[in-house]
C-alpha cells in the first residue's frame, strides 16, 4: 500500500509518487490535493491503483490524481492518464462503465424570490418530465435503426428532432458530437438496453437539481454564462445508462484474451487494454464514441424536458421562465487531443475517469463567447452541499492534460452509507434546510447523503490553488430529483 512517506511535496496542493517507486511503473503519479484530502484518501486502494494505472504501456507524463479521488474499478476515480499514438494502449477500466457520464448547466433570469412558493410544484413537474431510477424507461421510444443514428449523430440527432437549440449544441463539449463512433461494434445486448432509456436519469449520484446562484467570484466569467446572483440554475447530471454499461462490460471482458495477444503484463487485469492502433482498439473506440454520443442525446432530451417543466410550472408566474445552456461536459471519456509533454507536441489518447476536461483560454474548440475566459467547468456537490462552476486554465492544459476534479468524491461506499445514514431522517434534514427533496426511494437517498462525501468546497478550492481551475460561481442547492 502506498503510504504518505512514498510522497514527495512539490507545494501545499501537489505531491508526487516518483517512477522509482515501484519497477514496473513507466510514469510517476502527480496528486493534487491539501494535506486533509490526501490523509482522507490514503485510507482505500485509489493511490496503489494509480500506481498500477502508471505501468499501462505508452503512457506520457504523468499519471494525474486529482482531489476528490477515490478508488475504482482497476482505475481510481479522479484519474487522468495519457497515452501516446498510435501504439499507446487504450483501457475501458481507465475511461469507466458510465461513458460520458458528466454535468449540463442551464442557467435563468427567475430570480429565487419570485418562485420561492412555487419550488415543490417544480420538483414534481421535474419529476414527472424526467423519468428515474434503475432500469426505467423514457418517453422516447427508438427502433434499432434510430438508435444507430443518435451512435452516430449525438446532440445533432436531438437537434434535428426539436430537442436542441444550435445554441445548445455550440455550448457543449465538441458540440455533443464524436467523430468516427462506430454502432457496428455495439453489441446488440448494449442497444436492447439503450433503446428505452434515452431521455432518462438513472439512479445512483446521478440527479436533477434546481439550485440558485449563490455568490459569484469572477463578474466577466459569470456575465459571459449569464449567470447572476440569486437566480435559479438547473444542473443534470448522468450518462449513458445501460447502453453504455454494456459497452464497457463487452469490452472489458473481451480485453482479457487481447492482454495476452499483444504480450501486456498488468499489475491488476482490471486495467485491461489494448493497443490503440490494433482492430481491439479501435473497434472499443468506435463503440465507446457510440455510447458518449448516446449520452449526449441523452442529455439534451432531458434539458428538453426540463425546460417543459420550467414551463408548465412557471409560466404566468414569472415573466421568463426559459433555461439557456450554459456549458455540457463529460468526466468519463477517453479523447484524442494534443498536449505539450515535457517539451515535446504530441498527439495522446487521454483518459478521464471521474475527471472533467478543463481547456484554458483560447483552446480549439470552445464557442467564441468563452475562447477569452476559458472553457467553463462544472462540478456538483452532494445533496445539500454546495456546486460549483469553473474555468479551464493554462495550467490546467500544462500539468494535467486540461483536466481537473469532477465532484465532491466518495469517502464511503454506498453500502455503508445505508447502513450508516437513515433515509427518512436525511430527507427531513434536507426539507429543514429549506431543500425539496423528490426521491424514488429512502434507501439510494441515503446513499447519496452529503456524509458519503468530501467537502466540495475544499475540494474546489484545492484545484484553485494548485491553479488548475478558477472559481466562477458557487451554487446552493434548492431542490433535488433523484432515481
Same mark, same amino acid.
Given at each position: 500500500?502506498?503510504?504518505?512517506?512514498?510522497?514527495?511535496?512539490?507545494?501545499d496542493?501537489?505531491?508526487?509518487?516518483?517512477?522509482?517507486?515501484?519497477?514496473?511503473?513507466?510514469?510517476?503519479?502527480?496528486?493534487f490535493?491539501?494535506?486533509?484530502l490526501?490523509?482522507?484518501?490514503?485510507?482505500?486502494?485509489?493511490?496503489?491503483q494509480?500506481?498500477?494505472?502508471?505501468?499501462?504501456?505508452g503512457?506520457?507524463?504523468?499519471?494525474?490524481?486529482?482531489?476528490?479521488?477515490?478508488?475504482?474499478? %482497476?482505475?481510481?476515480?479522479?484519474?487522468?492518464?495519457?497515452? #501516446?499514438?498510435?501504439?499507446? =494502449? !487504450?483501457?475501458? %477500466?481507465?475511461i469507466?462503465?458510465?461513458?460520458? $457520464?458528466? =454535468?449540463?448547466?442551464?442557467?435563468?433570469?427567475?430570480?429565487?424570490?419570485?418562485? +420561492?412558493?412555487?419550488?415543490? #410544484?417544480?420538483?414534481?413537474?421535474?419529476?414527472?418530465? $424526467?423519468?428515474?431510477?434503475?432500469?426505467?424507461?423514457?418517453?422516447?421510444?427508438?427502433?434499432?435503426?434510430?438508435?444507430?443514428?443518435? $451512435?452516430?449523430?449525438?446532440? #445533432?440527432? +436531438?437537434?434535428?428532432?426539436?430537442?436542441?437549440?444550435?445554441a445548445?449544441?455550440?455550448?457543449?463539449?465538441?458540440?455533443?458530437?464524436?467523430?468516427?463512433?462506430?454502432?457496428?461494434?455495439?453489441?446488440?445486448?448494449?442497444?436492447?438496453?439503450?433503446?428505452?432509456?434515452?431521455?432518462?436519469?438513472?439512479?445512483?449520484?446521478?440527479? !436533477?437539481?434546481?439550485?440558485?446562484?449563490?455568490?459569484?467570484?469572477?463578474?466577466?466569467?459569470?456575465?459571459?454564462?449569464?449567470?447572476?446572483?440569486?437566480?435559479?440554475? =438547473?444542473?443534470?447530471?448522468?450518462?449513458?445508462?445501460?447502453?453504455?454499461?454494456?459497452?464497457?462490460?463487452?469490452?472489458?471482458?473481451?480485453?482479457?484474451?487481447?492482454?495476452?495477444?499483444?504480450? !501486456?503484463?498488468?499489475?491488476?487485469?482490471?486495467?485491461?487494454?489494448?493497443?490503440?492502433?490494433?482492430?481491439e482498439?479501435?473497434?472499443?473506440?468506435?463503440?465507446?464514441?457510440?455510447?458518449?454520443?448516446?449520452?449526449f +442525446?441523452n442529455?439534451?432530451?432531458? /434539458?428538453?424536458?426540463?425546460?417543459?417543466?420550467?414551463?408548465?410550472?412557471?409560466?404566468?408566474?414569472?415573466a421568463?421562465?426559459?433555461?439557456?445552456?450554459?456549458?455540457?461536459?463529460?468526466?468519463?471519456?477517453?479523447?484524442? #487531443?494534443?498536449?505539450?509533454v515535457?517539451?515535446?507536441?504530441?498527439?495522446? $489518447?487521454?483518459?478521464?475517469?471521474?475527471?472533467?476536461?478543463?481547456?484554458?483560454?483560447?483552446?480549439?474548440?470552445?464557442?467564441?463567447?468563452?475562447?477569452?475566459?476559458?472553457q467553463?467547468?462544472?462540478?456538483?456537490?452532494?445533496?445539500?452541499?454546495?456546486?460549483?462552476?469553473?474555468v479551464?486554465?493554462?495550467?490546467?492544459?500544462?500539468?494535467?492534460? %486540461?483536466?481537473?476534479?469532477?465532484?465532491?468524491?466518495?469517502?464511503?461506499?454506498?453500502?455503508?452509507?445505508?447502513?450508516?445514514?437513515?433515509?427518512?431522517?436525511?430527507?427531513?434534514?434536507?426539507?429543514?434546510?429549506?431543500i425539496? !427533496?423528490?426521491?424514488?426511494?429512502?434507501?439510494?437517498?441515503?446513499?447519496?447523503?452529503?456524509?458519503?462525501?468530501?467537502?466540495?468546497?475544499?475540494?474546489?478550492e484545492? =484545484?484553485? /490553488?494548485?491553479?488548475?481551475?478558477?472559481?466562477?460561481?458557487?451554487?446552493?442547492?434548492?431542490?433535488?430529483i433523484?432515481?
Amino acid at each position: 500500500m502506498v503510504d504518505l512517506k512514498d510522497l514527495q511535496k512539490v507545494s501545499d496542493h501537489e505531491w508526487v509518487i516518483r517512477a522509482s517507486y515501484r519497477a514496473d511503473m513507466r510514469v510517476p503519479v502527480r496528486i493534487f490535493a491539501s494535506r486533509a484530502l490526501l490523509e482522507a484518501a490514503i485510507g482505500d486502494k485509489s493511490f496503489e491503483q494509480a500506481v498500477n494505472a502508471a505501468t499501462l504501456p505508452g503512457l506520457v507524463g504523468h499519471v494525474v490524481v486529482m482531489p476528490d479521488v477515490h478508488q475504482g474499478y %482497476g482505475f481510481p476515480i479522479g484519474g487522468v492518464a495519457a497515452t #501516446e499514438l498510435p501504439d499507446g =494502449v !487504450i483501457s475501458p %477500466g481507465a475511461i469507466g462503465y458510465d461513458i460520458n $457520464c458528466g =454535468v449540463r448547466l442551464l442557467a435563468s433570469s427567475i430570480d429565487v424570490d419570485e418562485v +420561492a412558493g412555487d419550488l415543490p #410544484e417544480l420538483a414534481d413537474a421535474l419529476n414527472r418530465h $424526467c423519468p428515474s431510477g434503475v432500469g426505467v424507461g423514457g418517453r422516447v421510444k427508438l427502433a434499432t435503426k434510430e438508435l444507430d443514428r443518435i $451512435c452516430l449523430l449525438g446532440a #445533432e440527432w +436531438a437537434l434535428k428532432q426539436g430537442y436542441a437549440t444550435e445554441a445548445d449544441l455550440r455550448r457543449t463539449e465538441e458540440s455533443g458530437r464524436l467523430k468516427d463512433s462506430d454502432p457496428t461494434r455495439v453489441s446488440p445486448r448494449a442497444k436492447e438496453r439503450g433503446r428505452t432509456q434515452l431521455g432518462t436519469l438513472g439512479a445512483g449520484n446521478h440527479f !436533477i437539481e434546481v439550485d440558485v446562484v449563490d455568490e459569484i467570484f469572477d463578474e466577466a466569467a459569470a456575465d459571459a454564462m449569464g449567470l447572476r446572483k440569486g437566480r435559479l440554475a =438547473v444542473q443534470i447530471h448522468c450518462g449513458s445508462r445501460g447502453f453504455g454499461h454494456q459497452v464497457c462490460t463487452d469490452y472489458v471482458r473481451d480485453f482479457h484474451q487481447t492482454v495476452h495477444k499483444y504480450n !501486456i503484463t498488468l499489475p491488476d487485469r482490471e486495467l485491461v487494454c489494448a493497443p490503440l492502433s490494433s482492430p481491439e482498439g479501435q473497434a472499443y473506440l468506435g463503440a465507446m464514441r457510440a455510447a458518449a454520443n448516446y449520452a449526449f +442525446a441523452n442529455r439534451q432530451v432531458l /434539458a428538453h424536458f426540463a425546460r417543459q417543466a420550467f414551463e408548465e410550472a412557471l409560466a404566468g408566474r414569472t415573466a421568463n421562465w426559459h433555461l439557456h445552456q450554459v456549458y455540457d461536459i463529460a468526466h468519463n471519456m477517453g479523447k484524442l #487531443e494534443t498536449h505539450a509533454v515535457e517539451g515535446r507536441t504530441l498527439r495522446v $489518447c487521454v483518459h478521464r475517469k471521474g475527471a472533467t476536461r478543463a481547456f484554458g483560454p483560447n483552446a480549439p474548440g470552445l464557442p467564441p463567447e468563452y475562447r477569452a475566459i476559458g472553457q467553463p467547468v462544472l462540478v456538483p456537490g452532494s445533496m445539500g452541499t454546495a456546486s460549483w462552476v469553473l474555468v479551464g486554465t493554462e495550467g490546467s492544459m500544462l500539468r494535467a492534460f %486540461g483536466s481537473t476534479c469532477h465532484g465532491a468524491g466518495r469517502t464511503m461506499s454506498r453500502s455503508k452509507a445505508k447502513k450508516t445514514i437513515h433515509g427518512g431522517t436525511l430527507r427531513a434534514e434536507l426539507e429543514r434546510d429549506g431543500i425539496v !427533496i423528490r426521491a424514488g426511494s429512502l434507501a439510494g437517498l441515503a446513499e447519496e447523503a452529503p456524509q458519503a462525501y468530501k467537502d466540495v468546497d475544499d475540494v474546489v478550492e484545492t =484545484v484553485a /490553488a494548485a491553479g488548475i481551475a478558477r472559481k466562477v460561481a458557487r451554487l446552493r442547492p434548492a431542490a433535488v430529483i433523484k432515481g
